[in-house]
């Protein structure tokens, strides 16, 4: 199969600099530039596959002449004369009678027609060649796994990735890694090809680092070079530069040690050493170590040079051309880039991705200089060269449909020619109308290839980095929006800046939303929906068994648990692809989410309810203020500021005796960060009288702040944290993921009974091995928060050693209410490590940790989960996907609503406060007033001046939809008591009656 990794990754394993993605090797294929060495390394390649590997089954020909033709036909090869090698082929076919005679020919022609160029013809003989190896003995799985892999290659070729992924599947599954190694892990680089053309960096990686293994393994040192060259440009384009860095190090030192051991031949072609030369300048420059990248970047330079000038690897001078921008030679970088357009026209004057990305960064050259003119004919020219069917004119929108070359690239292109227009437009004395809706059409067209290419994306991760990607579409859509709002005061363009926050807030936890319900209604079978939730927990527990293993070096268990993981990745894989082809209702109940309008929102707020949306662009923070019969919104700047109250308030907040302030510093600094983040952020609305409550949608580093405890009105005389007026006193706190997220999680249906309660640490823990080894205490006031559900609800109660992770998991979905009072440990770099403990079994493989990726594969029918543990709603801030934290975790099994902790809370106050928090509940508040209610009360009966700290009590937040519910499973006996008077009333009036 060296043959098809050799067309395979010409194309596009290229790196280029900044955020680019895909470019284009100079050298290419030898289908493009056809010449004797490269015909001759192929020829022997394809002789040593089909007849020294002998992976193809041929039956014994039995005729002279069939013999005879064959040697024609390969003597034809051999003088490269293509078009008869062909024609002799196609001669002999109509005559044959054999199958295997047949499945051998159609192979050839196949082959024949991939030399020739074209690639749909070779297609179509690969699928009849498939076609008859299905219909053959079931020892030609090999030859159909050939089949599956050169048709793949055809379609990647083309461009066509998803059939071509389908195909390299295919014919992966036909093989077994133990009886053919090598190709096995060709086919594991194909599609780690593929991931990474679609921007599936974490797959890329994944099948890539799997491939590596094996051809460590086998000692097969010139794919272990591809492997490792091709890694470093996944983890670069991941934006994982230590890890790029050491990937093209390795291979870097690879190509040194070969140059020693043989210096007249090399078994790396120079295309490939120079892209490994591109990938080390560009990973050591954003690592800072400019050195390094100019010694990498002159290696790169100086290969090149030993190439023919039309297998040149162009992406260098592109990388030159590039740094020149980056530098501020405009003018030298302009002339760097039409010299890389000039080549590259000439010989692909159809388009391709450099291309366009050359086009791009001309644009923004131009920009820089000033000359709109010339940036926004070079937007067109780059969209042109991504869009095959682009049309654009100065007055009409774009046309924007059909094939797409690269959609990561063709977003930033969108994206540079709407904000150039956009800032002209908003800078006129009257707006255009017409001009703006054209400029929504671009927005609107970038923001569906990133809703495509998140629909592809078969990891999370990606998905995540996505949200990163994509940063400044946001920032400049709603930017547009804002603007031409301030200018023309029209409601409309507040409605656009709030289409496009919600479109940036929470799309995968809405799309995990999506997903549980579309298998429930998009018919897809029981069996496959539990053997999905087996796999990925096999995966994530091979995963944390890998690392663990790792960090006590020892190698065996590691390569055998890292096995395992990609094994339970792979039939992941596969049946997510049968999801997609077999259930389509499923699949676009997933990914076809409606919209919210403000109006939507408005219909679902009470008189006394206030909505506030953020969202932090580059340079301001945007915020949208929604009540049920009027809205604003506003741009708030000095954002550098704000980021630095916010850490500064949050530090003070998680410890109350901080070690580099005075008490008394520490006290002022408290108190002056959180009046000023009031009045930037809240001041507004919050102060009238007529709200009580306010649901809050956060973005990025907001999404740390616990917004009751910021202070409103004059507090320059609180002398003490008990005499300050914060927030809480004021309106009670709510906050939602997005207001999609807000409106879907009401909708859950609740059938559970009464409420469950884990407590693990409640009594003495200490005689436990496990715990003492990780440092936790036993937390004896947990005890009463039992006691205070108890009182409220129908209570099933598991403390110290009753409360087991296999406790939990058997009955867990039984339940309307969680309350877990415990310890919790968070995973700031891996989320899906996060986890909650309980009390350890001996006879329970899974030991005591309820990691994150467990809970999200329950099946729970709550209405309230109580996380009465240290840093639930704490993890690790995405752009676009807020906290990644447990409480998370919960969300993504449809509960409604979650109490979280955001720090390491205190055992005594917190219980207390819970208590106080199911009292209000029984009394019929909705859970945002609960704790509310709970908050105040320990504050005017419990706190003293110490424990008023808001460390003790505003770190517990409640996020989702909390309505007031009947507290237990029973009516309250005042309803009762009114029911049996009404029911008496009518009883005596009937009697009088008769």
């Known amino acids: 199969m060296k043959i098809g990794l050799w067309f395979r990754h010409s194309p596009f394993l290229v790196v280029l600099l900044g955020d680019s993605t895909l470019g284009w090797l100079a050298a290419n294929t030898y289908i493009r530039n056809r010449n004797e060495n490269t015909m001759l390394v192929l020829r022997h390649l394809f002789f040593l596959l089909f007849f020294c590997q002998g992976t193809i089954l041929i039956s014994q020909v039995s005729t002279t002449d069939f013999e005879k033709v064959m040697q024609e036909a390969e003597a034809y090869l051999e003088a490269d004369d293509i078009t008869e090698y062909i024609t002799t082929y196609e001669k002999l076919f109509p005559r044959l009678q054999e199958i295997e005679q047949k499945k051998k020919?159609?192979?050839?022609?196949?082959?024949?027609?991939?030399?020739?160029?074209?690639?749909?013809?070779?297609?179509?003989?690969?699928?009849?060649?498939?076609?008859?190896?299905?219909?053959?003995?079931?020892?030609?799985?090999?030859?159909?796994?050939?089949?599956?892999?050169?048709?793949?290659?055809?379609?990647?070729?083309?461009?066509?990735?998803?059939?071509?992924?389908?195909?390299?599947?295919?014919?992966?599954?036909?093989?077994?890694?133990?009886?053919?190694?090598?190709?096995?892990?060709?086919?594991?680089?194909?599609?780690?090809?593929?991931?990474?053309?679609?921007?599936?960096?974490?797959?890329?990686?994944?099948?890539?680092?799997?491939?590596?293994?094996?051809?460590?393994?086998?000692?097969?040192?010139?794919?272990?070079?591809?492997?490792?060259?091709?890694?470093?440009?996944?983890?670069?384009?991941?934006?994982?530069?230590?890890?790029?860095?050491?990937?093209?190090?390795?291979?870097?030192?690879?190509?040194?040690?070969?140059?020693?051991?043989?210096?007249?031949?090399?078994?790396?072609?120079?295309?490939?050493?120079?892209?490994?030369?591109?990938?080390?300048?560009?990973?050591?420059?954003?690592?800072?170590?400019?050195?390094?990248?100019?010694?990498?970047?002159?290696?790169?330079?100086?290969?090149?040079?030993?190439?023919?000038?039309?297998?040149?690897?162009?992406?260098?001078?592109?990388?030159?051309?590039?740094?020149?921008?980056?530098?501020?030679?405009?003018?030298?970088?302009?002339?760097?880039?039409?010299?890389?357009?000039?080549?590259?026209?000439?010989?692909?004057?159809?388009?391709?991705?450099?291309?366009?990305?050359?086009?791009?960064?001309?644009?923004?050259?131009?920009?820089?200089?000033?000359?709109?003119?010339?940036?926004?004919?070079?937007?067109?020219?780059?969209?042109?060269?991504?869009?095959?069917?682009?049309?654009?004119?100065?007055?009409?929108?774009?046309?924007?449909?059909?094939?797409?070359?690269?959609?990561?690239?063709?977003?930033?292109?969108?994206?540079?020619?709407?904000?150039?227009?956009?800032?002209?437009?908003?800078?006129?004395?009257?707006?255009?109308?017409?001009?703006?809706?054209?400029?929504?059409?671009?927005?609107?067209?970038?923001?569906?290839?990133?809703?495509?290419?998140?629909?592809?994306?078969?990891?999370?991760?990606?998905?995540?980095?996505?949200?990163?990607?994509?940063?400044?579409?946001?920032?400049e859509a709603i930017g547009f929006s804002y603007g031409l709002y301030e200018k023309e005061n029209e409601l409309e363009y507040m409605e656009q800046c709030f289409r496009y926050m919600e479109k940036n807030q929470n799309p995968i936890l809405l799309e995990h939303q999506r997903d549980k319900k579309g298998l429930a209604q998009g018919g897809v079978p029981d069996s496959l929906i539990q053997k999905e939730k087996e796999l990925w927990i096999n995966y994530f527990y091979f995963q944390k068994q890998e690392a663990l293993a790792l960090s006590e070096n020892d190698v065996g268990k590691s390569e055998k648990y890292a096995s395992d993981a990609f094994s339970s990745k792979k039939k992941l894989d596969e049946l997510r692809e049968i999801y997609k082809n077999n259930y389509p209702l499923y699949f676009s109940y997933k990914y076809d989410a409606e919209e919210v309008s403000i109006q939507d929102v408005q219909k679902i707020l009470k008189d006394s309810q206030l909505y506030v949306q953020f969202y932090v662009a580059k340079d301001f923070i945007y915020s949208i203020q929604i009540s049920n019969d009027e809205w604003s919104v506003n741009k708030i700047g000095n954002i550098d500021a704000l980021i630095h109250s916010a850490d500064t308030l949050i530090a003070t907040l998680k410890n109350p005796l901080l070690k580099k302030f005075s008490l008394d510093s520490s006290f002022h600094l408290f108190k002056n960060h959180a009046s000023e983040l009031y009045q930037h952020l809240l001041s507004l609305e919050t102060g009238n009288p007529e709200y009580n409550q306010i649901t809050i949608v956060n973005h990025d580093f907001l999404n740390r702040i616990p917004f009751g405890v910021l202070l409103y009105g004059d507090n320059q005389g609180g002398k003490d944290y008990l005499s300050l007026n914060y927030l809480i006193k004021k309106i009670s706190v709510q906050y939602q993921p997005s207001a999609r997220l807000m409106l879907s999680l009401g909708n859950k249906d609740i059938n559970g009974k009464g409420a469950m309660v884990m407590a693990p640490f409640a009594k003495d823990v200490s005689d436990r091995m496990a715990f003492v080894r990780d440092g936790l205490m036993a937390l004896p006031y947990t005890q009463g928060e039992s006691e205070a559900v108890s009182a409220v609800y129908e209570t099933e109660v598991f403390e110290g050693k009753a409360a087991t992770k296999k406790q939990f998991m058997d009955i867990v979905e039984q339940f309307r209410i969680l309350h877990l009072a415990t310890h919790a440990k968070v995973d700031m770099d891996l989320p899906q490590f996060s986890s909650i403990l309980m009390y350890p079994s001996d006879d329970y493989k899974p030991g005591y940790t309820l990691y994150d990726y467990e809970i999200q594969n329950l099946d729970l029918n709550a209405e309230l989960v109580v996380l009465s543990a240290c840093e639930t709603g704490a993890g690790k801030v995405d752009r676009g996907e807020g906290l990644l934290s447990l409480a998370r975790s919960f969300f993504y099994t449809g509960v409604p609503s979650v109490v979280m902790t955001h720090w390491q809370i205190n055992d005594r106050s917190t219980s207390w406060i819970m208590g106080e928090f199911y009292k209000a509940l029984e009394a019929g508040d909705s859970h945002a007033e609960a704790l509310q209610s709970a908050k105040l009360n320990y504050l005017n009966q419990e706190a003293d001046l110490m424990t008023a700290h808001p460390f003790y009590w505003s770190g517990i937040v409640q996020m989702g939809n909390g309505d007031s519910e009947d507290s237990t499973s029973t009516p309250p006996l005042w309803i009762i008591g009114v029911f049996g008077f009404i029911v008496g009333f009518f009883l005596i009036r009937r009697k009088q009656a008769a």
């Open 105 to 475: 020919i159609l192979s050839e022609l196949g082959y024949g027609y991939v030399l020739k160029g074209d690639l749909r013809k070779g297609l179509g003989y690969f699928s009849e060649a498939r076609d008859l190896g299905a219909q053959s003995t079931p020892d030609s799985l090999e030859y159909l796994s050939e089949q599956y892999y050169y048709m793949a290659y055809c379609h990647h070729e083309l461009d066509e990735l998803n059939p071509a992924l389908s195909n390299y599947e295919k014919s992966l599954s036909l093989i077994k890694e133990s009886d053919d190694p090598m190709s096995y892990g060709e086919i594991l680089l194909s599609i780690a090809g593929i991931y990474y053309q679609k921007s599936d960096y974490d797959n890329a990686i994944i099948y890539g680092e799997k491939a590596l293994r094996i051809f460590e393994k086998i000692n097969d040192k010139e794919f272990t070079f591809y492997a490792t060259s091709y890694l470093s440009l996944y983890f670069y384009f991941k934006q994982d530069y230590d890890a790029s860095f050491s990937y093209s190090l390795r291979a870097s030192e690879m190509v040194e040690l070969n140059k020693f051991e043989s210096s007249s031949s090399t078994i790396f072609p120079l295309n490939e050493q120079v892209t490994v030369y591109n990938t080390l300048a560009l990973s050591a420059a954003k690592k800072g170590k400019l050195g390094e990248a100019v010694f990498a970047l002159q290696n790169a330079e100086e290969i090149n040079s030993l190439l023919p000038n039309a297998e040149k690897n162009w992406v260098t001078e592109f990388n030159r051309a590039f740094l020149d921008y980056i530098e501020g030679s405009h003018e030298k970088s302009l002339n760097g880039f039409e010299s890389v357009l000039a080549h590259q026209m000439a010989n692909y004057p159809d388009g391709n991705k450099m291309i366009g990305q050359a086009h791009y960064y001309m644009a923004r050259n131009y920009e820089t200089q000033g000359n709109l003119k010339s940036a926004l004919e070079s937007y067109d020219a780059s969209l042109e060269a991504f869009f095959p069917d682009y049309k654009a004119s100065a007055n009409m929108s774009p046309r924007i449909d059909g094939y797409c070359r690269s959609r990561r690239n063709a977003i930033r292109s969108l994206v540079g020619k709407a904000s150039l227009l956009g800032r002209d437009l908003v800078g006129r004395e009257s707006v255009d109308m017409i001009r703006a809706e054209e400029i929504f059409v671009l927005y609107d067209a970038a923001v569906s290839l990133a809703d495509d290419l998140r629909a592809t994306y078969r990891s999370e991760g990606s998905k995540y980095f996505l949200a990163v990607e994509t940063k400044e579409l946001f920032d």
